[in-house]
């Protein structure tokens, strides 16, 4: 097996050299070059080179591989036809890998072998041998293919109407997610910032001990610290000084506790700054500048807390104004200072209060910047709150809100609104203030885009404030396009999802005001403002829905916002709002409108109908009253009618019936509207089934009365379109339509009388609309309006109606009696084709009418008619055709109408004009019409005959049929008939073309025609030799008897002429007369037909030149046929006539015996017996054919011997006896009988030969034939005993009495010597009467001794006795012939054969029948009866005359609703009347500061001056430790101040201490630092007049120790303080319960020193 393996391997691998040797060398043994073929690539594989390959080894192994892969493609296609959708993989996978096969099918060696084996096969074939491919395009992947062709396939979808509500609830799903996450991640924040506050609190306690930050402060009792002057100013407020020693003495009791704490403060600073290394010079530097700060401090303080306290009196307004208090407010309110920050917010607060002051803060450029600063450095919640409240204050002084707009008041609201969320209702006041303005500023785009990013978030409160504002924005005209730039719309949507009724509504109106800016109205719609109307439209609010229906009804007055607004749910919304509030005209009006202008939009009123507006339309149309709303409603309705697709739906809504309700409205606009409805729904087919079944023509009909024309005209128009309806014609007669309709085209306005006359032409469908139209008056109208119209379109409708009248015979005579025949003379004059066919017309039905033929015909129209055949157009031929028809009916006009025009325009018609059958037809039946004896002559000059035949060549059947009698016709007169014959094309269309038509009436007339002609002896002969013998000959074969007849006669009276016989001969005339003849009845019906046939025959066979054609042997056996099976009596002699001379020079006369000529001789001798005198004519033919036949030879004659020539023979004997010549051609035949051979003459020798002879004997000119033949069968002892009788006896004794020859002698001597053998005739010849002895004895006195010796032997026969045995001489007569050879005497047995006259074959006479062609010819022309035909109605003409295109669009025709309802509106003014608004009044009533609240503390000037001191340090970044011990004392400060308010510490415990009011049981005065245990400050009292006590000292301040200020304040005061507190406005009495004092180390913390 290895080595097997091994072999065979080494086997395949030679093979395997073989084969690339082979291939290798193929582009050497041929030129592959020029065969070499483009290779296609298939792109499932994309390698032509493993294609080829696969193909080459598919085909060796007998494996059909493109079978395989059409099969696979095949069962793909299927599965993919089955199952467009799904793509089948597997079988896609299958068919790539069959694709990418590349082994080899069968095994090498097979290849190899096929290789060679089809090598000589393949030397012809065209191979791609050397693998060069063109590379083509590559098509797109099937896959590829097959997704395009799904997404073609895929069927358009609607809007889901739903679509936008999921939007929406996705939306807000996915908004609540996102708030979700936000508030959770501020919530980990603050949780984050609280324990980070905790941390450093816990961090500053151990660190810092307050002992070591807070020195001991003593006061500075002797001024020395810095001047006081201001401060004394203050001081001198101070009334009560028992309430200042009160607190000084308190405030001494703990300045042991602080100033150890500031003790320890020290400690520890200064070991953290030995530990840093630092000099003891750098600090005493440091505190020589905190002294410095401390004493400016303490002044800016006491300035701020002045200020603030002066601006709370009202009275102090314009003092504080002019004096410079709002720069100085701006200034300290920089210091970085906590309290003084405060009191400057304080400040801003109540001198934003008053109107003097807040336009001085607004006129003092740095104001706003600076309380932008505040806000931004600051978390304190009483700055915040008191700078929002300024802020609203100053939003509220009207005309400067650009100014603080541009100061950049807006980005100050919203920071603070992101510092304190609690504030934004506040801070969006300030923002809606801004808005309420009349002009527009400068910046006013940054509050629309803070109220765009506010509206987003927040309180419904404060979604509600926004959307005010932008209402109010919303009335600028100049910045509603920002608006809608900036967001405005989607804002909206945010705004007024989920929100009250009062938020729906400012944003209803905000939709309302943005689009009355006609520049914004498509940038709304492309931002979703429509799906926000439609959101609002659920509502049941009458205000929102007013304006979501004006905005919709703005926007749709954009024709690009039309797709929006349908696909968006604009209609939907409109609809909902039309169902809701229907009857209240703010809400139904601008509904209505845009309704209207949506409809007005041709490419969307499907659409619209589709989403539901039908409802809407119908609702407002039942419901509302009023008339703005009716009339829009109306105009949408009849723009949406415009489109065909959408009468169903509105159909199916009633709406026919609610428009026939309105047509019963008082006003006129109203009624016109429903015209227009009315119109539209008649436009269409399948609607107008519904008006006329709704009853909705009465309605039109009422309205077609109104004094509108533009309602008439609609209503004329409509009645038009509705006159379509042919179903429903009978149930709008019944309704009134055709009085209607006449009445209006009474009309003035031309397309209404266009409209009117079109449906009339329409309406005269039947004889009884017809009728209804004439009694209506309507001819009178229409004639006026057809010859007086002032423009040419109202003629052409008017013409059309007494066209289409004309079809009617009822209304013919009425029309012409009522002026139609002018009128319609005058329309034909005008320039349109379509006018002169509908005359025309009119002229073909009026000459119907015979009554007035008459007076068409007096009147021109003839020559009208003629003219107007000049046009291109088939039908007016017709028409034309049609008219002259009628016309040429009158048989007293035919004259005029030929001469008129009439022949020339059918001839012009029929042969060069027109190319439609029916045209010609009707031309022919006119030309007949018009051919009498009056106008022959005139028709035959315009070229009749020519015309007719060329007519007849390119016609039907009914044109060949007319033509024809035409031509017939022509053959009565003389004229035409020279005419016809002298032109050859005519004869041969006649002959050729009419005679072989299929139409056998055709055929009959033809050939009559032609017989005619033939008949006529003076044009006989160009008529037959044009070939007329063809149609004759075929008229013979017709079945119609006189056809046949008159064909027959014809054709034998053609016989008068030898070449015309010729010509008869030569074809297959006889053989069809043979035919006919044989296949005629044999009654005698047929007997006329019957014996012309014979004659011709008789004439064609004895004419010599046209016997020659005559002599065929197919002709002759037809003949014997012919007297076989159909022999009639009369015409045997014709036939034996025939016969006879058609055996005349007969070639071949035994043919003719063959034929068995002698049996139809026979028949016709036994049927000519009785036959009368035809019966010696039949009898004399037979003898001269027996004698033609005779010369045929020996043959010939035996077969006439034995075929009854003899009885023939003897019938002629004795008949014919006085017939010489028949006689001797009887004797002659004897005389062959006898003389032709033994057998003839043994076979004739019976009685019929005796009674010939015995006759013939007595014809002188056959004594000598009858002599030799009688001798010759006496001398013969087999003949003689036939001849053994008297009257042979007597025909001797009659020769011998006559003068003879001697040859008759001698022949004579013969026969009597043969009678002298008879025994019986011996006796009774000797005797008398016949003395045979005196004849002998007579003949024997001749001369001649062969006579003598016979008459001795015929004597010596008879005197010898009768009973010898033999005669005498016999022996001796044998013995001499026998020994001797010789006879012994004279006498001989020998005749004498004279000469036989030859038969006569040349000139022979005429037979009878030729003696009748002479007779009159035309006794047998037969011309058919004329009949006029009338040329019929032309019909209704054309189509009725499509009116003018009225305009159904009625949006172009009427006012904008829109701008109607815009006309009303001003700009800049708000719809909603919003006014500026104050600060909210929980906010205004927060954070108030009271005369206790300016009291300020001993040691406020040193915690002032160590803040100022570590700011300082802080701000010059001099060490670390600075920054460490500050933001170690913040966190101290912090944890102090919620230990000292544990109320907060779970809210805002990461804020900084503020100011807070007494309601949240906070106090200005915790915030300073004041306590119980304290020395107080001075009280700051606002009220200068009610201090009487006398003004205390101020302290020295210095930078280390706060000044104490011994302020005494009477309790008695505290009443009056809270009455001038009530009588501010914006201040109110605080609360003074006081909380738990705070420690000094919490003191230090609120006055700010780590802050």
């Given at each position: 097996m290895e080595e097997g393996n091994d072999g065979s391997k080494a086997k395949v691998g030679d093979d395997i050299k073989k084969f690339k040797r082979y291939r290798m060398s193929l582009d050497t043994n041929w030129n592959w070059q020029k065969k070499k073929l483009g290779c296609r690539i298939r792109p499932e594989n994309g390698n032509p080179a493993k294609d080829a390959l696969r193909e080459v080894f598919a085909e060796l192994g007998g494996v059909d591989l493109n079978k395989i892969l059409e099969d696979m493609r095949k069962g793909k296609k299927e599965k993919e036809a089955a199952n467009k959708v799904l793509v089948d993989h597997d079988g896609e996978k299958t068919f790539k890998e069959i694709l990418g096969r590349a082994r080899v099918f069968g095994a090498s060696q097979l290849a190899l072998e096929s290789l060679d084996k089809e090598e000589n096969k393949k030397l012809h074939v065209t191979q791609n041998i050397m693998q060069q491919f063109a590379v083509l395009p590559k098509s797109p992947p099937r896959r590829v293919m097959l997704e395009i062709q799904r997404e073609r396939s895929k069927p358009l979808r609607l809007p889901d109407q739903d679509f936008q509500k999921m939007q929406t609830e996705k939306m807000e799903k996915q908004r609540a997610r996102q708030r979700a996450l936000r508030m959770a991640a501020m919530e980990q924040t603050a949780l984050d910032k609280e324990k980070q506050n905790n941390a450093t609190a816990e961090f500053a306690k151990t660190m810092l001990d307050p002992s070591t930050v807070l020195r001991s402060y003593g006061g500075d009792l002797f001024s020395s610290g810095g001047e006081y002057l201001e401060g004394m100013l203050y001081l001198s407020r101070m009334a009560d000084s028992t309430l200042k020693s009160h607190r000084m003495n308190t405030g001494m009791s703990d300045a042991s506790d602080a100033k150890e704490i500031q003790d320890q403060i020290a400690i520890e600073i200064e070991k953290k700054s030995e530990r840093d290394n630092k000099t003891n010079d750098v600090d005493e530097q440091a505190a020589q500048a905190n002294s410095e700060v401390s004493q400016d401090t303490n002044a800016k303080l006491t300035c701020a807390a002045s200020l603030c306290n002066w601006s709370r009196n009202p009275a102090n307004a314009s003092r504080l104004a002019s004096e410079g208090a709002v720069r100085a407010i701006n200034q300290l309110a920089l210091e970085p200072v906590h309290s003084i920050t405060m009191y400057c917010a304080a400040a801003y607060r109540h001198m934003s209060e008053h109107l003097e002051l807040a336009t001085a803060m607004i006129d003092e450029i740095k104001t706003i910047s600076t309380i932008s600063e505040m806000v931004s450095s600051t978390n304190d919640e009483f700055i915040a709150y008191n700078l929002a409240i300024a802020l609203v204050n100053l939003t509220r002084v009207n005309g400067k809100e650009g100014v603080i707009v541009d100061g950049a008041i807006v980005l100050v609201l919203m920071n603070l609104i992101l510092l304190k969320p609690e504030l934004g209702a506040t801070c969006v006041r300030g923002?809606?203030?801004?808005?309420?303005?009349?002009?527009?500023?400068?910046?006013?785009?940054?509050?629309?885009?803070?109220?765009?990013?506010?509206?987003?978030?927040?309180?419904?409160?404060?979604?509600?404030?926004?959307?005010?504002?932008?209402?109010?924005?919303?009335?600028?005209?100049?910045?509603?396009?920002?608006?809608?730039?900036?967001?405005?719309?989607?804002?909206?949507?945010?705004?007024?999802?989920?929100?009250?009724?009062?938020?729906?509504?400012?944003?209803?109106?905000?939709?309302?005001?943005?689009?009355?800016?006609?520049?914004?109205?498509?940038?709304?719609?492309?931002?979703?403002?429509?799906?926000?109307?439609?959101?609002?439209?659920?509502?049941?609010?009458?205000?929102?829905?007013?304006?979501?229906?004006?905005?919709?009804?703005?926007?749709?007055?954009?024709?690009?916002?039309?797709?929006?607004?349908?696909?968006?749910?604009?209609?939907?919304?409109?609809?909902?709002?039309?169902?809701?509030?229907?009857?209240?005209?703010?809400?139904?009006q601008p509904v209505a409108s845009a309704f209207q202008l949506l409809s007005s939009n041709q490419s969307f009123r499907v659409n619209i109908v589709n989403e539901g507006s039908v409802t809407a339309i119908a609702s407002l149309l039942r419901s509302s009253v009023d008339m703005f709303t009716l009339q829009h409603s109306l105009l949408a309705l009849c723009n949406l009618l415009c489109e065909a697709e959408n009468h169903l739906p509105i159909i199916q809504q009633g709406l026919i019936l609610t428009l026939i309700s309105m047509c019963d409205h008082d006003n006129d606009l109203i009624k016109d509207f429903c015209s227009l409805a009315f119109l539209n729904l008649s436009c269409a087919e399948d609607s107008r089934k519904h008006l006329v079944n709704a009853g909705a023509v009465v309605a039109i009909i009422n309205i077609a009365t109104q004094n509108s024309a533009v309602t008439k005209k609609r209503c004329a128009a409509t009645l038009c379109n509705l006159s379509y309806y042919t179903a429903g014609m009978a149930r709008m007669v019944s309704d009134g339509i055709i009085p209607s309709i006449v009445q209006l085209v009474t009309a003035k306005d031309t397309s209404t009388v266009h409209y009117s006359c079109a449906a009339l032409c329409r309406l005269c469908c039947t004889v009884e609309n017809s009728r209804l139209i004439l009694e209506s008056g309507a001819v009178p109208n229409l004639v006026t309006g057809a010859r007086e119209a002032s423009d040419q379109a109202t003629k052409q409708f008017c013409g059309a109606v007494l066209s289409s009248l004309s079809y009617y015979e009822s209304c013919r005579v009425t029309l012409c009696e009522m002026g139609a025949i002018a009128a319609l003379k005058g329309l034909a004059e005008l320039n349109d084709e379509t006018t002169k066919q509908r005359c025309l017309v009119a002229f073909a039905n009026l000459s119907c009418e015979v009554s007035v033929q008459v007076s068409m015909i007096k009147e021109g129209v003839v020559s009208i008619i003629a003219e107007l055949a000049n046009s291109l157009k088939e039908v007016t031929y017709i028409c034309c055709a049609k008219a002259i028809c009628n016309l040429a009916c009158n048989a007293d006009t035919k004259l005029s109408v030929a001469t008129d025009g009439g022949v020339h325009a059918l001839l012009m018609i029929s042969m060069v004009q027109s190319v439609d059958p029916l045209t010609k037809l009707l031309c022919v039946i006119g030309l007949n019409n018009?051919?009498?004896?009056?106008?022959?002559?005139?028709?035959?000059?315009?070229?009749?005959?020519?015309?007719?035949?060329?007519?007849?060549?390119?016609?039907?059947?009914?044109?060949?049929?007319?033509?024809?009698?035409?031509?017939?016709?022509?053959?009565?007169?003389?004229?035409?008939?020279?005419?016809?014959?002298?032109?050859?094309?005519?004869?041969?269309?006649?002959?050729?073309?009419?005679?072989?038509?299929?139409?056998?009436?055709?055929?009959?007339?033809?050939?009559?025609?032609?017989?005619?002609?033939?008949?006529?002896?003076?044009?006989?002969?160009?008529?037959?030799?044009?070939?007329?013998?063809?149609?004759?000959?075929?008229g013979i074969e017709m079945d119609d008897r006189y056809t046949v007849m008159q064909c027959l006669v014809s054709l034998f009276w053609s016989c008068n002429d030898a070449k015309f016989m010729e010509l008869m001969s030569k074809g297959t005339i006889p053989s069809t007369l043979l035919h006919f003849a044989s296949h005629l009845p044999k009654s005698n019906s047929s007997d006329e037909e019957y014996n012309y046939v014979v004659k011709i025959l008789v004439m064609l066979a004895w004419e010599e030149r046209s016997r020659l054609f005559m002599q065929k042997r197919e002709l002759v056996e037809h003949i014997f046929v012919l007297i076989d099976e159909n022999l009639k009596a009369d015409a045997i002699h014709w036939l034996a006539i025939t016969l006879r001379f058609l055996v005349l020079g007969y070639t071949d006369l035994p043919e003719l015996l063959h034929l068995k000529i002698l049996p139809t001789m026979m028949k016709l001798f036994e049927k000519s017996i009785g036959n009368g005198p035809s019966s010696l004519i039949t009898i004399k033919s037979l003898v001269h054919i027996l004698r033609t036949l005779s010369h045929g030879g020996e043959a010939c004659v035996s077969e006439l011997v034995t075929g009854g020539a003899l009885t023939i023979l003897r019938r002629a004997a004795e008949t014919c006896a006085d017939d010489s010549d028949i006689m001797y051609e009887v004797a002659a035949l004897m005389y062959l009988f006898v003389t032709n051979s033994f057998s003839s003459k043994l076979c004739s020798a019976t009685a019929d030969s005796s009674r010939i002879l015995s006759v013939l004997g007595f014809h002188p000119n056959c004594f000598e034939l009858v002599a030799v033949t009688m001798g010759m069968y006496l001398m013969d002892p087999k003949c003689r005993q036939a001849f053994a009788n008297e009257a042979i006896a007597k025909v001797v004794m009659q020769i011998m009495e006559t003068k003879y020859?001697?040859?008759?002698?001698?022949?004579?001597?013969?026969?009597?010597?043969?009678?002298?053998?008879?025994?019986?005739?011996?006796?009774?010849?000797?005797?008398?009467?016949?003395?045979?002895?005196?004849?002998?004895?007579?003949?024997?006195?001749?001369?001649?001794?062969?006579?003598?010796?016979?008459?001795?032997?015929?004597?010596?026969?008879?005197?010898?006795?009768?009973?010898?045995?033999?005669?005498?001489?016999?022996?001796?007569?044998?013995?001499?012939?026998?020994?001797?050879?010789?006879?012994?005497?004279?006498?001989?047995?020998?005749?004498?054969?004279?000469?036989?006259?030859?038969?006569?074959?040349?000139?022979?006479?005429?037979?009878?029948?030729?003696?009748?062609?002479?007779?009159?010819?035309?006794?047998?022309?037969?011309?058919?009866?004329?009949?006029?035909?009338?040329?019929?109605?032309?019909?209704?003409?054309?189509?009725?005359?499509?009116?003018?295109?009225?305009?159904?669009?009625?949006?172009?025709?009427?006012?904008?609703?829109?701008?109607?309802?815009?006309?009303?509106?001003?700009?800049?003014?708000?719809?909603?009347?919003?006014?500026?608004?104050?600060?909210?009044?929980?906010?205004?009533?927060?954070?108030?500061?009271?005369?206790?609240?300016?009291?300020?503390?001993?040691?406020?000037?040193?915690?002032?001056?160590?803040?100022?001191?570590?700011?300082?340090?802080?701000?010059?970044?001099?060490?670390?430790?600075?920054?460490?011990?500050?933001?170690?004392?913040?966190?101290?400060?912090?944890?102090?101040?919620?230990?000292?308010?544990?109320?907060?510490?779970?809210?805002?415990?990461?804020?900084?201490?503020?100011?807070?009011?007494?309601?949240?049981?906070?106090?200005?005065?915790?915030?300073?630092?004041?306590?119980?245990?304290?020395?107080?400050?001075?009280?700051?009292?606002?009220?200068?007049?009610?201090?009487?006590?006398?003004?205390?000292?101020?302290?020295?301040?210095?930078?280390?120790?706060?000044?104490?200020?011994?302020l005494a304040v009477k309790k008695d005061k505290k009443k009056t303080h809270q009455s001038q507190s009530s009588n501010n406005p914006t201040l109110k009495p605080i609360n003074h319960n006081r909380d738990k004092e705070p420690t000094m180390a919490e003191q230090a913390a609120r006055l700010g020193l780590f802050t």
């Open positions: 923002l809606y203030n801004l808005t309420c303005v009349d002009i527009t500023y400068t910046s006013i785009e940054r509050v629309i885009r803070a109220l765009v990013s506010l509206s987003l978030s927040g309180t419904s409160s404060v979604k509600h404030l926004c959307a005010a504002a932008l209402c109010n924005l919303s009335d600028l005209k100049s910045v509603r396009a920002r608006m809608v730039e900036e967001g405005a719309i989607n804002v909206l949507s945010t705004l007024s999802r989920g929100a009250e009724t009062r938020t729906r509504r400012v944003c209803a109106v905000i939709l309302q005001n943005l689009s009355a800016a006609r520049s914004v109205r498509v940038e709304m719609a492309s931002r979703s403002s429509v799906s926000v109307a439609y959101a609002l439209s659920s509502d049941q609010d009458p205000i929102i829905l007013r304006c979501i229906g004006l905005t919709l009804s703005r926007l749709a007055m954009e024709p690009t916002n039309c797709q929006k607004i349908i696909h968006e749910s604009g209609v939907a919304a409109l609809g909902s709002i039309a169902v809701k509030y229907p009857t209240i005209p703010g809400i139904s018009l051919l009498d004896h009056t106008t022959i002559h005139f028709m035959l000059e315009e070229g009749l005959i020519g015309s007719i035949a060329n007519l007849s060549k390119v016609g039907g059947a009914h044109i060949s049929m007319l033509s024809a009698k035409i031509f017939n016709h022509l053959t009565q007169f003389d004229t035409a008939r020279h005419k016809m014959v002298e032109r050859k094309a005519v004869l041969t269309t006649l002959y050729k073309l009419l005679c072989e038509s299929t139409t056998a009436e055709t055929q009959v007339i033809a050939i009559r025609t032609v017989c005619n002609l033939v008949l006529d002896p003076h044009v006989r002969g160009q008529a037959i030799l044009a070939g007329a013998f063809g149609p004759l000959e075929k020859s001697e040859s008759t002698a001698s022949n004579l001597v013969l026969a009597i010597y043969g009678f002298s053998k008879i025994n019986s005739c011996r006796e009774f010849l000797m005797a008398a009467p016949f003395q045979i002895d005196r004849v002998i004895n007579k003949l024997s006195l001749l001369e001649s001794p062969r006579i003598r010796a016979n008459c001795a032997r015929a004597y010596k026969n008879f005197n010898s006795d009768l009973n010898e045995a033999i005669e005498e001489g016999a022996v001796a007569s044998l013995i001499a012939m026998s020994l001797e050879g010789k006879l012994k005497n004279q006498s001989s047995d020998e005749f004498l054969h004279p000469d036989v006259i030859p038969q006569k074959d040349r000139n022979l006479p005429a037979p009878a029948c030729s003696g009748e062609i002479s007779a009159n010819p035309t006794e047998a022309q037969w011309f058919e009866k004329v009949k006029v035909t009338n040329g019929g109605a032309a019909g209704k003409g054309p189509d009725p005359p499509e009116p003018p295109a009225t305009s159904i669009d009625g949006s172009s025709e009427y006012p904008n609703m829109a701008e109607e309802l815009d006309a009303g509106e001003i700009e800049g003014k708000t719809k909603m009347a919003f006014a500026k608004m104050q600060v909210p009044q929980n906010v205004k009533e927060s954070h108030l500061l009271s005369d206790t609240d300016f009291m300020l503390n001993a040691d406020r000037d040193r915690d002032d001056a160590s803040a100022n001191e570590s700011a300082l340090e802080t701000d010059e970044g001099e060490s670390v430790d600075e920054e460490a011990k500050e933001a170690i004392a913040a966190q101290l400060a912090a944890q102090d101040s919620m230990s000292s308010h544990p109320s907060k510490q779970g809210s805002r415990g990461e804020r900084a201490p503020s100011f807070r009011s007494r309601s949240r049981n906070n106090s200005f005065r915790a915030s300073l630092g004041n306590s119980r245990s304290a020395s107080k400050a001075n009280l700051l009292s606002g009220n200068n007049s009610e201090s009487d006590s006398p003004r205390p000292t101020l302290a020295p301040l210095d930078g280390n120790h706060s000044p104490d200020m011994p």
